[in-house]
């Protein structure tokens, strides 16, 4: 296949937004989540993040990428997950996706995104930052580090997994969470939203061994 | 919808693989990749990771995370990059996503998982780490720093993209890049691969406005 080559050195050729929409999209499908935090007065503040990764399952943690100069949303909720040091990370379904990009609009901080945008907090189990009541599967997290990044000043915000929460038919018996059954989605880019298919579960790898698939429940109606 | 709670407090209760496939798919879909290393001899590595994730485009900078005791290819892979200062990520589609999966079996660090799992190498434009011929999406980075995670001795290997290699087809004309079309996969937990449908692209969010989608060019084909 013919592949066309891009290079940093020249991307001054390219225009500015076409060069972030670039760099944005060659990262490759990334998760589709809404952090929930209140404020010191109790206000609420949701906002959409597509740069949640696993950091490691010993302790629970996960990290996502806070931009300096970002939409306001992700600082509010920065400046919410300082003061608070707890939140929630909330996954976004088919039901929910243009309600959850809608939080990127530049509300007032005193708007909270919930209600502007039409999804509902929820309070549990004695947790003080909101979950997104119509999200498949909500995690609650405590703030751990907010990590400065020196090259970009971006900021990445390590938290480790306190609650999870979701449908127990979308947990396998081994432990692993069919994400096409709890309805996740997948983002590309700043504003592609994608439904995956599973093509296969692929059992441990070893050296003298061809790779091979693993039944999965329910995989004939998920393929 | 009713979910069931799963609680950090209790993880002593489960058994620790189920543990680790439940953390581990619990971050979402993630994007499928090799990096591309060789050694100072010359010898290339190949390895699959699922933690690559943007950082910013300007300069455009994409993360990855190591862990302490994963599979030795990473560790591999990590040594090599120190050395050498840089590195290959490529995307996985369906056509690779076998042998790339293969890539995680516990090969000697004289064995190139290249060879091993029948990919093939390829130099080009002077850049001193193997791409992967058979992948849609290429990309050569400059390493830049390796970020020690104190929480549990993990690493986040920062690099900055040099230069990508993709078919232009893929390349819409506002930059972003088509990856339904590109054929790229999505990972989640530590052995499921998934080939994402989009559902649309949605336009840039306003307070006083509903979200719309963007019409995008081969969409009728895509959806």
Not at 127 to 132: E, G, H, I, K, R
Request: glycine fraction near 6%; charge should be neutral; aromatic fraction near 8%.
């Amino acid at each position: 296949m013919k592949k066309q080559r891009i290079r940093t050195e020249q991307r001054e050729t390219f225009e500015k937004r076409f060069w972030i929409k670039f760099i944005n999209s060659i990262s490759g499908y990334k998760p589709a989540f809404l952090v929930g935090t209140t404020d010191t007065s109790g206000n609420t503040n949701l906002a959409i993040i597509s740069s949640v990764f696993h950091l490691g399952a010993t302790p629970p943690l996960l990290g996502f990428v806070v931009r300096p100069h970002s939409t306001k949303s992700p600082r509010h909720s920065l400046e919410n997950i300082q003061a608070s040091h707890c939140y929630t990370l909330n996954h976004i379904n088919k039901e929910i996706f243009p309600q959850a990009h809608q939080t990127s609009a530049r509300y007032p901080r005193e708007t909270s995104e919930f209600s502007a945008v039409g999804l509902t907090a929820e309070y549990k189990d004695g947790f003080a930052a909101p979950y997104v009541e119509e999200s498949p599967i909500q995690i609650g997290l405590q703030l751990r580090e907010v990590l400065p990044i020196k090259w970009n000043n971006t900021q990445i915000v390590i938290g480790e997994i306190q609650d999870c929460y979701l449908n127990e038919k979308a947990i396998m018996p081994d432990g692993y969470i069919d994400l096409v059954e709890a309805g996740s989605l997948a983002i590309s880019g700043l504003d592609s939203y994608h439904e995956p298919q599973r093509l296969a579960r692929l059992a441990y790898a070893k050296p003298q061994q061809a790779t091979r698939p693993i039944p999965l429940q329910g995989e004939a109606s998920a393929k």
